[in-house]
């Protein structure tokens, strides 16, 4: 709204009280810069109320100490408002009372220094008149009330300076700055306002509009921003939408295929049962028909002999039918049941992608409507600006440039804060294998092994997305972290420091990185693609970090890019992927440190060695809560049967692999659980508890596996 636009653009619902919905009255302007009439937000706030909250925006603001009363008036729009009144009388009944002769005539002007009407005879007298040379600034010809060209900073000029507060006879002269920039007249110098900062209006209003022109071109570069990210967020919905489409084709397809292969293994066992049947009966056949020939010389001496053959072999064939038969119906029966187990699996993949779905509309909604309300801050701190602009008001400028910039700052503050928001909406496809409801168990028998003792010796493992395996361990006095494949072919080795007596274990934190702790207070990440390891030290990167705690385990949690780690102390620290500390949460009472963790189900699954439990707690609070308690094993050991937790992993179908250390033995054993922490499965004794240094699992292309690092050998294990 520049200084020359003509009043009959501005736009109606600027000048529209939200509260009542009609014509602002006795315009009032909060820090906020939305306006409401005088008696609507008495009305609004309740007696004797100290802060009040914005209609539009639901911003709370404190009140003045004399309430309502003493928040700031618009002079801008209520000079609008007042012309638009007058305007509309007018036109309604042009007969007026004139100030000066009393006669009711046609109304030819309006004094605003008189604040009444002039007939056209008065109208003349009173412009050339030098009795009234004070009013000709203010006089106002109705003929003008029409013309396209009467703007904002004409109708000022026609207004005079507001009246004193304190002294309502006298004009305002000058502005005390101590009192937020009052218009007082002079006798109030002597008086309240003796000793205070006073200040000619316009010199007030010139800095005041240098400081708006400033904070309006950060404005502008903010307010463009805010365009383009809201823009984004449309284009990332779509993006959404489409990729949850894909997502929902490529189950189907999934179920689809995999619903073939079982019936087409249905229909190869009975076709096979058929065979066998038929290859059965023939050779009964070929068996009896000879010696029935035989036999029919000496029928009738031999018939006893032939008739005791045949029952004796119908008996073998019977057997052997009825045997093949029930291998047949238990082949079928366990086909069939993986057949349900994939429609099991592929309802709860479909419904967990509705989940994911709709908390990504959720979180785009969240957004949307958070950009449109800071478009819509946009749009009424530029009308609000371009009044000011356009209506060159000093009084009026030096009352609201102030509260207009203080705005302009924090709609600034609040783009900035929140144009991270977008990148944060991201659509995870989902890694669950089509046959993640099928009751897999751990095979007893091992898969393969890889050789490490001459590359290192293990520490800890984790693995990537594309089914390579990260080691960290020691190699010629140095700690090395390796990536080698699942048949062992070293890809990469990188040195990470000098060896130090402390564990260094490694998670799996995007698809080209992962999280490293070693030497007992340095947290790094490394990157596969151009092998640079960046790292922090904690007690640098933490305060009040006790010079005293080692860091034990390190586990991500990749949907929000942040990595948790744990030491030998209650406290739990969560960094982002900039290694910058985020928070700090205190495992509940009891706990003495977390010896090994991992992210599962929203939660946290902690390994406390010292005193010997395994829970899953909350994380998106300072002091977490228990939700579950994992159970140590049933299995007795001769005659011992207490475990302490050593290591702990998922799977990607969030299943729970617990390593668990026969307390003052050597034996150990895996334990499966639920994604609630119930028992599934136990597998035997994987051998000597203090060889075991870490567990993971890996993605190959026969399907995820489980790996078991030794301090020379990975083993690999299968799920069945």
């Known amino acids: 709204m520049a200084s020359a636009t003509p009043l009959k653009d501005i736009d109606e619902q600027f000048l529209q009280c939200c509260i009542c919905m009609e014509q602002l009255k006795e315009p009032k302007i909060l820090p906020c810069l939305h306006r409401y009439c005088q008696e609507c937000l008495k009305k609004f706030a309740k007696k004797g109320a100290k802060k009040i909250r914005c209609v539009t925006c639901r911003k709370q603001h404190t009140l003045p100490k004399d309430g309502i009363k003493g928040l700031k008036t618009d002079f801008n729009t209520k000079n609008i408002i007042e012309f638009i009144q007058l305007q509309d009388s007018v036109k309604v009944d042009p007969l007026r009372n004139c100030i000066h002769c009393k006669k009711k005539l046609k109304a030819s002007a309006f004094c605003f220094k008189c604040n009444d009407f002039l007939c056209k005879t008065c109208h003349e007298f009173h412009a050339s008149s030098s009795m009234f040379k004070d009013h000709h600034p203010h006089i106002f010809s109705l003929s003008e009330a029409e013309a396209s060209n009467l703007t904002i900073q004409k109708l000022t000029s026609l207004k005079e300076a507001p009246r004193c507060q304190a002294h309502p006879s006298k004009l305002t002269e000058l502005c005390c700055t101590t009192c937020g920039n009052l218009p007082i007249c002079i006798p109030c110098t002597f008086g309240e306002h003796k000793g205070h900062d006073l200040i000619d209006v316009s010199s007030l209003a010139k800095i005041q509009r240098d400081m708006l022109r400033s904070k309006v071109a950060d404005l502008m570069q903010n307010k463009e921003k805010a365009y383009q990210i809201q823009a984004g967020i449309r284009k990332t919905k779509g993006k959404l939408d489409h990729n949850v489409k894909e997502e929902e084709l490529i189950r189907q397809e999934q179920l689809h295929g995999e619903g073939e292969r079982f019936e087409k293994g249905i229909r190869n066992a009975e076709a096979e049962l058929r065979r066998k049947q038929t290859n059965l009966e023939e050779e009964f056949k070929a068996k009896t028909s000879p010696r029935k020939k035989d036999l029919e010389k000496k029928i009738k001496q031999l018939r006893e002999e032939y008739e005791q053959v045949r029952k004796e072999e119908r008996r073998e064939v019977d057997a052997k039918l009825k045997k093949l038969g029930e291998e047949n119906k238990r082949e079928t029966e366990r086909l069939q049941e993986g057949l349900r187990a994939v429609n099991d699996g592929i309802k709860e993949l479909l419904a967990s992608l509705k989940i994911q779905k709709d908390e990504q509309a959720r979180k785009i909604k969240e957004l949307s409507d958070h950009f449109d309300e800071i478009v819509k801050r946009f749009e009424t701190v530029t009308t609000t600006v371009d009044c000011i602009r356009a209506a060159e008001n000093d009084w009026a400028d030096i009352r609201c440039i102030p509260d207009v910039c203080r705005s302009i700052d924090l709609l600034s503050e609040d783009v900035k804060k929140s144009s991270t928001g977008l990148n944060a909406v991201k659509f995870r496809g989902l890694s669950h294998s089509v046959t993640a409801g099928c009751k897999a168990g751990i095979s007893k028998d091992v898969e393969s092994v890889i050789d490490m003792q001459s590359v290192m010796r293990i520490s800890g493992i984790t693995s990537f997305t594309d089914g390579s395996i990260a080691v960290t361990g020691y190699a010629n006095e140095e700690i090395h972290l390796t990536v080698i494949n699942v048949k062992g072919d070293l890809l990469q080795q990188k040195v990470i420091s000098a060896i130090q007596p402390y564990d260094h274990k490694c998670s799996f934190l995007t698809k080209f990185k992962i999280a490293i702790i070693f030497g007992g207070d340095k947290l790094g990440i490394y990157d596969m693609r151009d092998q640079s390891l960046k790292f922090a030290m904690l007690k640098d990167a933490i305060t009040n970090w006790p010079y005293d705690q080692e860091v034990l385990s390190v586990t991500t949690d990749p949907a929000n890019d942040n990595i948790i780690i744990g030491c030998d102390s209650r406290h739990v620290y969560v960094f982002n992927d900039q290694l910058e500390h985020i928070r700090t949460i205190t495992l509940p009472a009891g706990f003495q440190g977390a010896n090994s963790i991992a992210m599962h189900e929203g939660g946290l699954l902690v390994c406390d060695l010292f005193s ?105 294990y299968g799920f069945v």
């Open 612 to 716: 010997v439990r395994v829970s899953a707690v909350t994380v998106h609070e300072p002091f977490s809560q228990v939700k579950y308690e994992l159970t140590e094993p049933t299995i007795v050991v001769g005659s011992y049967n207490h475990w302490s937790p050593v290591e702990v992993c998922t799977d990607q179908n969030g299943y729970v692999y617990m390593f668990w250390g026969a307390i003052g033995r050597n034996e150990s054993v895996i334990q499966k659980y639920s994604r609630d922490g119930g028992q599934i499965e136990m597998m035997s004794e994987v051998g000597d508890k203090r060889a075991i240094q870490s567990i993971t699992s890996v993605q190959t292309n026969q399907g995820e596996k489980l790996l078991l690092a030794k301090p020379g050998h990975i083993i690999m």
